[in-house]
Structure formats: structure tokens, C-alpha cells
């Protein structure tokens, strides 16, 4: 059984069918794809299926659970972390202090432990810094833990929110143009890191790129979105074939 | 009778606010900040034509032009002082500090010159009192004088926005100044007059409120400030006829809270339904709903 | 290496915790030898006790404002309610219970009474963004002062009355008395604030704020104030968490109005004491010493209160001259440009300095908090 399922998913905005019919379904431990020229629905069908909005039509479910129309907070809760186009990172707080609000979830302690130093909250808080820099040294940020997330330079805020997004312990994790504003050598570096994911997190992957260069080289599938319907969905070299998808790229 | 009456009264306290609040809509949608000394104008305005009509006994007409003059060369000052340098800082609360500096710094100044004792401000309206259903319905000089102008300032300004060179430029600030001064807008001077005339509008309201409340302190200009920011939120900030409209409904709804629930929570009455049309309406009665873009 | 690390972090914030609450009994201990040796006017004793009031208010507000990053124009309103229910219950207790306790009692009320109202003005109210939500906090604020002068509450042998229109319609017996009397307030609550009690709920303030900021919760709330979408995609409760700091904030500033309400025979919502007026001064006192530097809220807090009493030999002016030492220091550790100017000035002539305080100035004059 796919880990995600996504039937007829429809969303309009004013009129407009921003998403028409979408339909996708990823395996476990699959790195997909989802591609398409500008403005053709891609960060809205991730917004969808975060629950950022609630689709006119369609059913998402996550692992055989219907998730569909379910708030943000409990999507994630369920199993599914993303990061943002325009880097969304908490600026103001330290790189550990990132990766720890990920973790917020998944090590608890009362606030009156909080406040009153209770022998718990020492011991939470330990097994979270332990956890937070593993995290960490995995996308080697680990030297980098004590700094203002807003210091970091933009390839390594790119990897802290992808550390992030894994610290909330995510079944799927969905990528936004990870490589976006990336020279090569820092894309190629983060493809070895996708990759590096998948396999130690054993991680379900659905990113969205515009970087062909690392979408031909990572994902296995593709489903090819364009003004909000599927042009085309397979494996990735036929995709890329695909006289349709040359032309929606490169226009007639 | 009586509640026409009121309303009418109703209607010409909130031509006063909705005069204030057209100021502070149109820094706010200019300059993105709270102008909180606004109100503070108000009474310089107030105390520039009582110092012309009572003290030196010149016409009223030397003295609304004086004080007309006075707010506006005061409003370009504080902006060019106190807000400008602020401009691009890391948080917009610095600026509505200074704001805040600004204000205490013209009440004390007002304080200094003229002394804590209230004034008492002779009516500069010379209109005769209007006696309608045989003498039952009696509407003041200034509520007539109040309400008029308050129609002639909101087409003014209506045509001034819509149909000038620099009332296009006002609204291409408002939208994005970035792009404005790429299209050539002299970004500075369109915000140095947006204050202009937000503080000369604070002028005329200085002489109504004081014409229909004639007691000048100050801190006369405090609360009729906090209100017309009210009516402009109320309306929803930064729209011009919203801040009409604000200002009006928030007349009307204190002066007829006043009459008919309470003398003493009519504040709290005209607070409460702010609360209340923002918690339905988020962002105004005119205000645009903007999403954030994820 | 990464366990050396997270400890060198985690001693980091607690050193400067401790700084903090060192600073506080230092000064405390400064003041009390002052007063033993004589060399305090009654004047300054006097504003002792508003002093504690102050930091108290500003402390608190810096987690709504700076910790939250929403700004809040109605925290006085909090504070007239805290200080209403605190002299409420000693009015009603005196007497008939330990001083002490009692006292404690109505410390404990009043945070909880005006924490309620920050639930219940909160829930409404936090939907709101920026400038929306300062306006209805300003409302509100006004609101909780009116409507605490049109309250009338009575006690005979038959037990509670109350009323919202005047003291008569309380319909007394005659062994009746008036607790609260509209507009004329609460009358003859005990003084017992001191120095040293408001320096002791300084301290438990700070305690409670410093530890929550460096907890779970406490990054759960700097994570909204950073970025709200990215929060709630990785499962941060929102409304939870708004909620958590406004009413704590609101809570600290119920327990400064109950020591204000002990420190006065005469307790009076007044525009000075409960309106938008004190609101603002105290976000003054907040921005002023920094948006989210706890420590800063309280210096500023001593500097400004103690400013115009300084500038008591200037009488007249003095108010006058408070008003263009505020603009000017806005304008200096604010603007741009005069940034950019002591960043050259400290380029020149300290360029050996290389101080941790340089880099602590940088990131407060990025600005956390509201934007």
C-alpha cells in the first residue's frame, strides 16, 4: 500500500482552479518528484496537503489514514513536515533552539516542571539536546548549534529547516525547492544530503524543483503539474522525455 | 425629537473624529506607522486660535489660518525630525515610541507656555442656531459649522486623492514605496505632505472641537486622538472613506450610548463595539483582508 | 563534542540569568544600606515600592511584546484588575485572618483574576494582527477601567451586594458597608507593601519568566513570534501558546496592581494609574531597554522612573526635557544611520574590542518582537 494516496484533489481560488483533479500516490521509502513551470499549482498542492488550505474536492490519506481537511498542527502530527520556498527559519533563535522546537512533540514536560526545574525537565532537555545534535551533525551544523539561525549562511539555512522538519519525526517529509538560490556545488552537495535522508531515515520524499539537474538525479518519479492539472506522472527518465513536458518547459 | 436631536449631535461629534481620523489613516497608509502624537495637534491647533482670537483679540478668520499654518509646518517637522530618521528601522515599534516622545513632548511644551489651567475657548462659529419643528429641534451653530465642513473636507480630499498628480502618488506610496520611487515618485515629499495635510485637517478639527467643547488643556488633544484611532481602525485603516465612516458610526454611537445607556460607560460602549466589528470584520468595516503568502 | 556543547549553551543562558537576578539584590542591598545610613530622602523611599511596580509591569509585558511578539497597549488594564480583586479580598479578609497570609492570598488572586482576564480578553483578541491587536488591547484596557467605576459592591449581614448603577441601589442594611464605591474606588485597604516585598515578587517574577523563555514552552512561543506558518507546520499549538504567555504577562502585572493596591489607602481607576497612558509608558520602559531583554526592561524601568525625579531641579521643564531625552535615544539606538555611525565610531577607535557585548547590541538592535 502507498504511504500517500491522493485522489481528485481540487482547490479554486476566486473562480480559478488553482489544483484541478490531482492524483498521486508515493511509495514508502520513494523519492518523488513534482515538477512544472512557474504558477502551476506546485506549492499549492503542498499547501493541501499541509492543510495550509482545505481542498473543494479530493481525499489525502497518509498511510491509510484519511487526512484530509485535518488542521496543520495535527498533519504534522500525523506524520507529514515540510519546508518553505522562501526559508522559513526562527531567526531570532539559535540553530539548536530549531531543531528543538522540531522536537517540541516528541519530549514532553508539563510547564509547571518547566518553570519550577523539576529533575524532569533536566532530563528531557538533555535527551533533547542529544537528539537535536545528532540532527545536526547529520546536515554538519553541529559546529554551527550555538548561532543565530538568521547568521547562518543560505545553503546551511536550507539544511537546518530540512533538520528541522525531521526532528518532528515526519513519515513523509515534503521539500519546496530545496536547492532554490543553490550554485552547483552546493546542489550537488545537498542531493548527496537527500539522498543521505532517505536512506538513514529510511524517509518517504516528495520535493518540488525547478533544478532538472538534481530532480533527473535523485527522483525516481515524477508527476508533472501544469496550470493546476497533471500533464504527465512516471518514472523519470520517460517524464522527462515526454514531448508534452518539453513543450509546457520551453513553450511551442 | 430627542433622539434626531442626539443623532444629529451624534453626526457632528463624528464629523470631528472622522476629520481627525482622515490624518491618521493617511500617515498610517503612507507611513505604516500609528501617529500617536496626532492628537496633540489637535490641541496645538486649538490653542493657536485661542491665542490669536481670546488672547490678542484678532478675527477668527487670522486665527483659523494661523493655526492652519502652525499644524502644518509642526506636522512636517515632527516627521522630518522624529519619524523619517525611523523609516527603515529593524522594528516598527521604534517609531511609534518616538511617537509617543513626540506627544508627551508637545503636551509639556503646551504645558510650559500656556499653563495647566483649563481654557476656557470662545465659539468662533458665528452661525445662529438652526430652531426646526417649532422650536423643538435646536440645532447649534456649531453642530452646523461641525458637519459641514466635515462634508466639504471629505469631498476635498476624495477629489484631491482621485484626481491630483500627488494624490496618485499618495495612494502609489500607500501601495508599495519601493516601486513608487522606481517610477519616479519623490517617495520623501509625498509622505512629508501626506503629514501636511493630515496635520492641517488636525487644525480645523482643533477649532470644532474646541468651538462645541469649550474647554482647551493640554491634554485636550489625548482622548479625541485615541478615538479618531479608533474610528480609522474601526472603519478600516488606511482606507479614506472607511475613516468617514468610522468616524461618524463612533459619533454617533457615543453620543447615543450617553443619552440612553450610560454617561459613564460611553467610552467603554464605543470600545466594546470596536472590539466587536473587528473580531466579524478583522480588519475593518473598508479594510482589505491580506493573506499571508506561504 | 556535542555533548560539551549543548552544555556550554545551557550554562550560558543560566549565567545570564543569574546576572540578572544578582543585579536585582545587589541594587536591593545597595538601597537597604542607603536607607540604614540614612542618606535617602523620604522622597526616594517613597518611590521605592512604585519602583518594584514598574519593573514588575515592564518585565512582564517584555514576554507578551518582546518573548510573544505581540504588542499590547492594554496591560495596565491587567493590572487594575489584579490590583481591584487583591484589595477586594483584604478588605473583605482584614482581620479575620494572619496579615501575612492574607496578603499572600490576594497576591495569588489578584494573578489569577487579571491571568483569567487575559484568557478571556486573549481568546477574542489573538486572532488579531499587529496594530489590530494593539488598538483592542487599548480597548480593552479602557474598558476593564470604566467599567471598575461604575462597580458598586456591598456586604451586610445578609451577605454580597452589588450594583452598577450607584452606592444606593446597593440596598444596605445599616451594620452594611461599602467595599467598592464606583468611581471613589477602595477606600482604607492595609498597607502592606514594603521594599522588600516588591523586591521578593521582582525575583519570583523573573524566576517564573526567565524559566519559561528557557523552556519547552518557552521556545514554542519564540518560534510563532519568528515565524508563525513554519511553527504550526511542525506542530506548534498556536492559540495554546499565545494564550500561555498573554496570560502569564497579564497574571505578573494583576500581582504588581495588588502591591500597588497595598501600597495606597485610596485605591482609584484613574486614567494615570489604569489607562492607555500607563500602558504606554510601560512599553516604553520595554522597548526602550530592549525588545526581549528581560534585564533590559528592568534597567530602563529604574532609569525612566527615576529620570524626572532627578530632573526635579528643573521644575517646570523637567517633563519637558524627559520627553526629548526619550526621542533622542530612540532616534540614536534605532535609526539606521546612527547605528551604521556607532558601528564606524566602534570600528575606528575599539577595533581591538572584540566583546561579547558588541555582538549581544547587534542582535537587539536587529529587533526581535513585533515587526
Same mark, same amino acid.
Given at each position: 500500500m502507498a504511504l500517500l494516496e491522493v485522489k481528485n484533489l481540487t482547490i479554486s481560488f476566486g473562480g480559478l482552479r488553482a489544483v484541478d483533479d490531482f492524483q498521486l500516490s508515493i511509495n514508502k521509502g520513494q523519492l518523488y518528484g513534482l515538477i512544472g513551470p512557474n504558477g502551476a499549482g506546485k506549492t499549492t498542492v503542498f499547501n493541501l496537503l499541509t492543510g495550509v488550505y482545505r481542498p473543494d474536492e479530493g481525499i489525502i490519506k497518509l498511510d491509510g489514514r484519511d487526512i484530509t481537511g485535518l488542521k496543520t498542527i495535527n498533519i504534522n502530527k500525523a506524520g507529514i513536515a515540510r519546508t518553505f520556498q522562501n526559508i522559513r527559519l526562527f531567526k531570532e533563535m539559535s540553530v539548536l533552539d530549531n531543531v528543538k522546537v522540531g522536537l517540541h512533540n516528541s519530549h514532553q514536560y508539563h510547564t509547571l516542571e518547566g518553570i519550577f526545574r523539576f529533575p524532569k525537565y533536566f532530563k528531557v532537555e538533555r535527551e533533547m539536546n542529544e537528539r537535536a545534535m545528532e540532527l545536526l551533525k547529520v546536515f554538519d551544523l553541529d559546529q554551527e548549534a550555538g548561532y543565530l539561525a538568521a547568521n547562518l549562511p543560505y545553503g546551511k539555512q536550507r539544511k537546518l529547516e530540512i533538520a528541522r522538519a525531521l526532528a518532528t519525526g515526519p513519515k513523509l517529509l515534503l521539500l519546496d525547492e530545496p536547492a532554490a538560490g543553490m550554485n552547483p556545488n552546493e546542489t550537488g552537495e545537498l542531493m548527496d544530503t537527500i539522498r543521505f535522508v532517505q536512506k538513514e531515515f529510511d524517509m518517504t520524499i516528495l520535493l518540488i524543483e525547478h533544478d532538472m539537474k538534481l530532480v533527473s538525479g535523485i527522483c525516481e518519479e515524477l508527476t508533472v503539474l501544469n496550470f493546476g492539472r497533471i500533464l504527465t506522472q512516471g518514472k523519470t527518465g520517460d517524464v522527462l522525455n515526454d514531448p508534452q513536458v518539453i513543450t509546457a518547459y520551453l513553450g511551442e | 425629537m430627542s433622539f434626531i436631536s442626539y443623532l444629529i449631535n451624534g453626526v457632528s #461629534?463624528?464629523?470631528?473624529y472622522a476629520i481627525i481620523a482622515l490624518g491618521y489613516t493617511m500617515v498610517y497608509g503612507i507611513a505604516k506607522m500609528l501617529n500617536f502624537a496626532h492628537g496633540d495637534v489637535i490641541m496645538v491647533g486649538g490653542f493657536a486660535v485661542f491665542t490669536i482670537v481670546s488672547t490678542y483679540g484678532l478675527p477668527p478668520i487670522l486665527g483659523i489660518v494661523v493655526a492652519v499654518v502652525v499644524c502644518t509646518i509642526l506636522g512636517m517637522v515632527i516627521e522630518r525630525v522624529a519619524y523619517k530618521p525611523l523609516r527603515n528601522a529593524a522594528s516598527p515599534l521604534a517609531v511609534l515610541i518616538t511617537a509617543i516622545g513626540v506627544s508627551y513632548l508637545l503636551q509639556n511644551a503646551a504645558l510650559l507656555i500656556f499653563g495647566a489651567n483649563t481654557k476656557s475657548f470662545t465659539s468662533i462659529v458665528s452661525v445662529p442656531p438652526l430652531k426646526l419643528a417649532e422650536g423643538k429641534l435646536n440645532i447649534s451653530g456649531e453642530t452646523i459649522v461641525t458637519i459641514i465642513s466635515g462634508i466639504i473636507i471629505m469631498i476635498c480630499l476624495t477629489l484631491f486623492v482621485n484626481k491630483t498628480k500627488a494624490g496618485q502618488a499618495m495612494l502609489a506610496v500607500s501601495e508599495d514605496k519601493g516601486a513608487a520611487q522606481l517610477m519616479g515618485i519623490n517617495v520623501n515629499g509625498t509622505i512629508a505632505l501626506t503629514f501636511a495635510i493630515g496635520s492641517a485637517l488636525a487644525?480645523?478639527?482643533g477649532m470644532l472641537l474646541c468651538s462645541a467643547y469649550p474647554s482647551l488643556t493640554p491634554y485636550t488633544g489625548a482622548m479625541p486622538g485615541i478615538k479618531a484611532f479608533v474610528a480609522a481602525v474601526f472603519g478600516g485603516i488606511g482606507s479614506i472613506p472607511g /475613516?468617514?465612516?468610522?468616524?461618524? #458610526? #463612533?459619533? $454617533?454611537?457615543? $453620543? #447615543?450610548?450617553?443619552?440612553? $445607556?450610560?454617561?459613564?460607560? /460611553?467610552d467603554a460602549i464605543v470600545f466594546a463595539v470596536l472590539i466587536i466589528v473587528l473580531l466579524v470584520r478583522p480588519t475593518g468595516i473598508l479594510g482589505k483582508n491580506i493573506q499571508e503568502k506561504v | 563534542m556535542s555533548k560539551t556543547y549543548s552544555k556550554l549553551n545551557l550554562s550560558k543562558t543560566t549565567k545570564s540569568n543569574f546576572i540578572t537576578y544578582l543585579l536585582v539584590i545587589i541594587v536591593y542591598l545597595i538601597v537597604q544600606f542607603l536607607i540604614a545610613g540614612g542618606h535617602m530622602s523620604s522622597l526616594m523611599k517613597g518611590l521605592l515600592v512604585p519602583l518594584c511596580i514598574y519593573i514588575m509591569l515592564a518585565v512582564s509585558?517584555?514576554?507578551?511584546v518582546g518573548i510573544l511578539g505581540e504588542l499590547s497597549l492594554g496591560h495596565a488594564g491587567f493590572m487594575c484588575a489584579g490590583a481591584f480583586a487583591g484589595a477586594f479580598f483584604s478588605k473583605c479578609m482584614q482581620g479575620s485572618m494572619p496579615d501575612m497570609l492574607r496578603f499572600l492570598i490576594a497576591l495569588i488572586?489578584?494573578?489569577?483574576?487579571?491571568g483569567l482576564f487575559g484568557i478571556l480578553i486573549g481568546i477574542p483578541v489573538l486572532r488579531l494582527k499587529g496594530d489590530y491587536l494593539a488598538i483592542v488591547t487599548l480597548a480593552f484596557g479602557e474598558i @476593564?477601567?470604566?467599567?471598575?467605576? !461604575?462597580l458598586y459592591i456591598g456586604r451586610d449581614s445578609d451577605g454580597f451586594h452589588f450594583s452598577m448603577k450607584d452606592s444606593i441601589s446597593l440596598r444596605l442594611k445599616e451594620d452594611g458597608e461599602i467595599i467598592i464605591n464606583g468611581a471613589q474606588g477602595i477606600t482604607g485597604t492595609p498597607h502592606d507593601a514594603s521594599f522588600t516585598i516588591g523586591v521578593l515578587l521582582i525575583l519570583i517574577s523573573l524566576f517564573v519568566i526567565q524559566n519559561l523563555v528557557n523552556s519547552r514552552d518557552g521556545r514554542a512561543i519564540m518560534s510563532i513570534r519568528d515565524n508563525r506558518i513554519a511553527a504550526e507546520s511542525i506542530g506548534i499549538n498556536i492559540?495554546?501558546?499565545k494564550l500561555m504567555a498573554f496570560s502569564i504577562s497579564a497574571a505578573i502585572a494583576g500581582v504588581a496592581g495588588v502591591l500597588y493596591a497595598h501600597n495606597l489607602s485610596t485605591l482609584t481607576a484613574l486614567p494615570k494609574n489604569f489607562g492607555y497612558n500607563m500602558s504606554i509608558m510601560i512599553l516604553v520602559y !520595554?522597548?526602550?531597554?530592549? @525588545?526581549?531583554?528581560?534585564?533590559?526592561?528592568?534597567?530602563?524601568? !529604574?532609569?525612566?522612573? +527615576? +529620570?524626572?525625579? +532627578?530632573l526635579r531641579g528643573l521644575s517646570d521643564y523637567r517633563m519637558l526635557i524627559y520627553a526629548i531625552v526619550l526621542i533622542a535615544m530612540m532616534l540614536l539606538n534605532w535609526s539606521p544611520k546612527a547605528i551604521e555611525w556607532k558601528e564606524r565610531i566602534r570600528e575606528t577607535y575599539f577595533s581591538g574590542w572584540k566583546s561579547g557585548k558588541g555582538d549581544s547590541a547587534k542582535t537587539a538592535a536587529k529587533g526581535k518582537g513585533v515587526r
Open positions: - | #461629534l463624528g464629523s470631528v487644525a480645523v478639527a /475613516a468617514m465612516i468610522g468616524g461618524i #458610526l #463612533l459619533g $454617533i454611537i457615543e $453620543i #447615543l450610548g450617553k443619552a440612553y $445607556i450610560s454617561s459613564q460607560m /460611553a | 509585558l517584555n514576554l507578551t488572586l489578584g494573578a489569577a483574576v487579571a @476593564i477601567k470604566n467599567l471598575v467605576n !461604575v492559540t495554546k501558546y !520595554v522597548v526602550l531597554g530592549g @525588545i526581549g531583554n528581560i534585564r533590559g526592561s528592568i534597567i530602563s524601568a !529604574v532609569i525612566l522612573t +527615576l +529620570l524626572p525625579e +532627578l
